[in-house]
């Protein structure tokens, strides 16, 4: 699959808040992408991604 434009494998299948873990991301300080469509913060958990999946995860950024 592709996150934020580079190529990541995993051996089983992983769910969007799985993948969220691995990269260290709190969940709810993001958005997630997955193939040009917003996944809502609910289906984190149920959300499977697939080999040929595009993710883009978009933090937010606090600042004044």
């Known amino acids: 699959m592709i996150v934020n434009g580079k190529e990541m494998n995993f051996e089983t299948e992983i769910t969007v808040d799985e993948l969220l873990k691995s990269l260290g991301l709190d969940k709810d300080k993001v958005v997630v992408e997955v193939n040009f469509g917003i996944v809502p913060k ?3 958990t149920d959300r499977i991604l697939n080999r040929e999946d595009r993710v883009e995860i978009v933090s937010f ?3 004044g």
Request: no cysteine; proline share 0%.
């Open 61 to 63: 950024v606090g600042g």
């Open 42 to 44: 609910e289906k984190y």
